[in-house]
């Protein structure tokens, strides 16, 4: 396909919660906030143009090595086509503190966009095994892609995803602290072998999760967002991480769990949002750690094609 200049699509991919407790490297819910990527096409020749606005504005690099950039360079290397001089621009929403997906939500952005460019040679599985292939676990970017709640799985013949829709009556709170953890150090405490008592309690949860938005249980939550995987040790290097969620879930949360690798903490609720706020903002504060707080909807869309 050729793509003449100026050509343009815009797309918007939402925030995600990866984990929710137990479900390590295997959940992700998507949550409504919104990424929204402009690219287009510049004349043979030109130099890129790429600009970052909204709140990460001044933070994240403008040059090639911008993670949406370097991702939707990527789909043109997977279809073997020489890409094109792009213009991009990055409307951030998303806090960069950590935990709500940032960084999977530039991913999938960068390659739906390129896709949409590049005539949509990848279908959404084909999109799916990119994206995650460049995050390098797939429970975040597949809710990106996919909206919903989205078990995703490592299978015998490369990645097999089931997505499940999000009820309108359930509502995450997210306690944001401004100091971000980094990834690496979160997943660097996890141990590499456990006890068998631990893996089943964590593979029964799963699936009492997983079964809770399956039958809109909600009052399940509680126990299905406990863990004994990643929380434990992460909590040893977060010291607010365990008495937040303690917090969440006396101040009326159905189930609250450290969100991805963090630094966000995540309660899901059907009421007393603002209550739940107020308890996770003040018990991270007394711990060490100045939040701020959001609500938000949970969302069935996924990464959309706006125009283009």
Request: proline share 6%; net charge negative.
């Amino acid at each position: 396909m050729v793509m003449s200049t100026g050509s343009r699509v815009v797309v918007q991919v939402p925030a995600t919660s990866a984990n929710l407790g137990p479900g390590f490297d295997a959940l992700g819910l998507a949550l409504d906030i919104r990424e929204e990527l402009h690219l287009w096409v510049l004349a043979e020749g030109g130099s890129p143009e790429i600009r970052v606005s909204g709140v990460n504005a001044g933070i994240f690099p403008e040059d090639e090595t911008l993670l949406a950039y370097r991702s939707a360079f990527a789909v043109f290397d997977r279809i073997g086509m020489r890409a094109p001089p792009l213009g991009l621009e990055l409307v951030t929403r998303i806090p960069s503190s950590g935990g709500l997906g940032g960084s999977a939500a530039a991913i999938v952005a960068g390659v739906v966009a390129a896709n949409a460019l590049a005539g949509k040679p990848l279908d959404r599985a084909g999109e799916l095994a990119l994206v995650a292939e460049i995050e390098g676990h797939p429970d975040n970017v597949s809710a990106a892609l996919l909206g919903g709640l989205v078990v995703c799985v490592a299978g015998r013949d490369g990645l097999v995803t089931s997505r499940l829709p999000v009820e309108s009556d359930l509502r995450a709170v997210v306690c944001l602290p401004d100091e971000a953890i980094s990834t690496k150090s979160a997943r660097g405490v996890i141990p590499r072998e456990f006890p068998i008592g631990d893996a089943v309690f964590n593979l029964g949860r799963t699936a009492l999760l997983v079964a809770a938005f399956a039958n809109k249980e909600w009052g399940l939550l509680r126990d299905a967002m406990d863990d004994r995987i990643h929380q434990p040790a992460r909590g040893g290097i977060f010291p607010a991480l365990h008495p937040t969620i303690e917090a969440a879930l006396a101040a009326g949360a159905h189930g609250a769990a450290l969100s991805g690798a963090g630094a966000a903490i995540i309660a899901l609720a059907t009421d007393r949002f603002k209550e739940i706020a107020t308890a996770m903002h003040e018990a991270a504060a007394r711990h060490g750690y100045p939040n701020q707080t959001l609500e938000l909807g949970l969302t069935n869309r996924g990464a959309e094609v706006i125009t283009g």
